[in-house]
């Protein structure tokens, strides 16, 4: 089944603990995103991938970390978690054939709660 | 730099009620208009999408035609169901551009 997964799905940590929050897609898209979805404020981006090693910044990156060693996988880290990181994070993808016209497929969210 | 703007939510309708959720956007260029559903509990997927001017994306019975004289993509269904209770975000991308902007979403509640 051609899917987008995240783990872990729920996450409750404390402030400055590191935490990565995993994102895998096996649909072979070039295009990989990490969201954070905040009440009253939609989906917002905080990075972005274009192909592996290729990323950058999103409207929102400060205090998240990405990395895309593989073309499947793309990772999130904070270094650092605060507790104005506690939102609900969505990766996606998308195939980019025609860059920017492409539907990006999302993944199932992590709830995450910094205390 | 690019926006987009929806109106507020929630917006409470009975079965077989005209649905319209408007959205207008600010963009230069020529972006692409996409409206995704959000189920309760799931992440989002895409309901329709136009590339270009005049084009009208349709699924499910929702609608929308991608207006660049008034900037819009208003999201109409002629007949809800319960069912069609969710959260709708409209979103742009600039054509051949990487960044994505969402709107803040509508969540639709249909009653029986």
């Known amino acids: 089944e051609a899917q987008v997964t995240q783990n872990p799905r729920y996450l409750i940590t404390v402030t400055g603990k590191k935490l990565t929050v995993t994102c895998s897609q096996n649909m072979n898209h070039e295009y990989m995103s990490w969201y954070r979805q905040d009440p009253g404020l939609g989906l917002r981006q905080i990075y972005y991938s274009m192909n592996v090693e290729v990323t950058d910044k999103g409207d929102v990156p400060e205090g998240y970390k990405v990395s895309r060693k593989e073309k499947r996988n793309f990772p999130l880290i904070l270094e650092s978690p605060s507790p104005n990181q506690t939102s609900l994070y969505f990766c996606?993808?998308?195939?980019?054939?025609?860059?920017?016209?492409?539907?990006?497929?999302f993944g199932p969210g992590t709830r995450l709660t910094v205390l | 730099g690019d926006s987009v703007t929806q109106m507020e939510g929630p917006v409470t309708l009975s079965e077989e009620a005209f649905l319209t959720i408007n959205c207008t956007y600010t963009a230069t260029g020529y972006p692409s208009l996409f409206w995704y559903v959000q189920y309760p509990g799931e992440g989002l997927q895409l309901l329709l999408k136009?590339?270009?001017?005049?084009d009208k994306g349709s699924n499910k019975g929702f609608e929308a035609t991608y207006r660049k004289e008034t900037t819009s993509f208003h999201l109409e269904k002629g007949s809800v169901q319960v069912s069609d209770s969710a959260v709708y975000f409209c979103?742009?991308?600039?054509?051949?551009?990487?960044?994505?902007?969402f709107g803040a979403g509508t969540r639709l509640f249909v009653k029986a």
């Open positions: 979103a742009l991308r600039a054509t051949g551009g990487f960044k994505t902007i």
């Open positions: 136009a590339t270009k001017a005049d």
């Open positions: 996606a993808s998308s195939l980019e054939r025609a860059p920017g016209t492409d539907t990006q497929y």
